[in-house]
């Protein structure tokens, strides 16, 4: 990635690991000044400290995206700390367990749209109120394979990777013509703690899932955050409520 994003300022939520830090990581290495925004104070503070011994800007907060006022504070924080916001990548997301729908939880349910569709929704609010502002951003939210086509087993999360599509262009459109870009990307499977746990509870389920994916190997959180960067630079500028899917080929069938 040759863009400079030099006096730029980037938030990632879910940040402190897997894909999200990844992307933070990838902001500071392109010059920007990172908020990284986690459920966990210490492990985003962490994260934030990696990035500053390696001689970025950085900040760890803690955001729980499921909790409005946390996710306006967090920002508040930021253009606080940074001056303004160029770049947000609403990252966070949770999986719910495998359950066929008869047997599926309400509360298992509820969690997952709570996080991964209303704390997208949530996160835009307040990215909005500032790029407004400015009359100036790019918001990248993330979905996943699962906005794309349904995977058994998974209805609560794949429902709420759907939705992400449908709010991002539906915001994608407000904001068009104030100079404010909104994109989604959709990851097919990548190699992360969610993964990871993934493979440990049903091993043999998660193999069928990587001998599916037609490139023949998981994607890399560097790959999924190379994405979103170029979302984020003037190359993509004409790119509005767009979805791109680094996914090695998931959802070209
Ligand atoms: N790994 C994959 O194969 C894959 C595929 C498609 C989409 N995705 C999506 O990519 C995103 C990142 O996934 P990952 O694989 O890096 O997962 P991960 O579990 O490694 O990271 C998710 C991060 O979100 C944080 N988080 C959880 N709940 C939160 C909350 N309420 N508020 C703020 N932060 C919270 C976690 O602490 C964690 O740091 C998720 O939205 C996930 O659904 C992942």
Redesign the pocket.
């Known amino acids: 990635m040759s863009t400079s994003f030099q006096n730029k300022v980037a938030f990632v ?2 940040a ?5 830090f990844a992307t933070a990581q990838a902001f500071a290495e392109a010059g920007a000044a990172v908020a990284i ?4 104070e210490n492990n985003a503070k962490a994260a934030a400290d990696a990035l500053i011994k390696a001689g970025h800007r950085a900040l760890g907060l803690r ?4 909790d409005e006022a946390s996710v306006a504070a967090a920002i508040d924080a930021t253009v606080a700390a940074f001056g303004r916001l160029d770049f947000a990548y609403n ?4 999986h719910a367990p495998s359950v066929e729908t008869a047997d599926a939880m309400a509360e298992d349910f509820d969690r997952v749209i709570a ?2 569709l209303r ?1 997208v929704w949530a996160c835009m609010k307040y990215e909005l109120r500032q790029m407004r502002k400015q009359g100036s951003g790019v918001i990248v939210n ?1 979905s ?2 699962s906005g794309l086509a349904g995977i058994a087993g998974l209805a609560a999360y794949t429902a709420s990777k759907h939705g992400v599509i449908g709010l991002t262009k539906a915001a994608a459109l407000e904001y068009a013509r104030r100079g404010i870009r909104i994109n989604v990307i959709c ?4 190699h ?4 990871d746990k993934a493979m440990a509870d049903h091993p043999a389920r998660m193999q069928a899932v990587i001998d599916d994916i037609p490139l023949g190997r998981m994607g890399t ?1 560097e790959e999924i955050a190379s994405a979103v960067l170029w979302l984020c630079s003037p190359g993509a500028g004409f790119m509005i409520g767009q979805i791109v899917a680094p996914d090695g080929g998931y959802t070209a069938r």
């Open positions: 939520t879910g402190a690991g897997g894909i999200g925004a986690g459920d966990n955001c729980d995206v499921a990252n966070a997301g949770i996080v991964n704390g993330c996943s394979q990851p097919g499977t990548v992360t703690p969610m993964v959180p």
